[in-house]
């Protein structure tokens, strides 16, 4: 399941940082990332006893490395939003290193506690943007019913300024 929501997570960015419409480039890395996860969690699935048991690590730092390329490549345009994902694959990327190591025997003293206290940073971290994009929609959806009102109001008013001239020439 790891390799599934890391591949969700490429998506999620894609999604967020609208690189379909401004870095196509990037935007086919991303998703050409995201497929590559798919595939291997489908592969992982059916030939768990054939694969290494860090394949989770050994695709999600190249698909981490991508997502802070697209971020970077976003930060003009979505500032509050690329350094949260920054942020969010920088410790990410942290938390598999660790956990990697820990499993192989290397840290001993890298306890799971550590692990769990970094993906509770990240959940933290998604929760900000959670609200930042709420906030965000909120202030389009309040732009959007002032425009309508001022687009009703003013046809409203050249609606009457068409009428009275055309019942005096009737």
């Not at 732009?143 to 009457?160: D, G, I, K, T, V």
């Amino acid at each position: 399941f790891g390799l599934i929501s890391q591949g969700l997570i490429a998506v999620l960015y894609r999604s967020f940082l609208n690189l379909k419409n401004h870095n196509k480039i990037i935007d086919r890395f991303l998703l050409a990332g995201a497929t590559f996860v798919f595939v291997a969690a489908v592969v992982s699935f059916f030939a768990l006893d054939y694969l290494p048991g860090n394949l989770a690590v050994r695709s999600a730092v190249p698909l981490f490395m991508v997502c802070i390329w697209a971020c970077a490549a976003s930060i003009k345009r979505e500032r509050v939003v690329s350094l949260l994902f920054i942020y969010s694959c920088v410790t990410a990327i942290i938390c598999l290193a660790l956990f990697d190591r820990a499993v192989a025997g290397d840290l001993p003293f890298a306890h799971p506690v550590i692990i769990w206290a970094i993906f509770l940073f990240d959940a933290t971290f998604m929760c900000i943007l959670l609200a930042h994009a709420i906030a965000t929609i909120t202030m389009q959806r309040q732009a959007a019913e002032a425009h309508a009102e001022a687009r009703a109001l003013f046809l409203a008013s050249m609606s009457h300024e068409i009428r009275t001239p055309m019942t005096a020439i009737l």
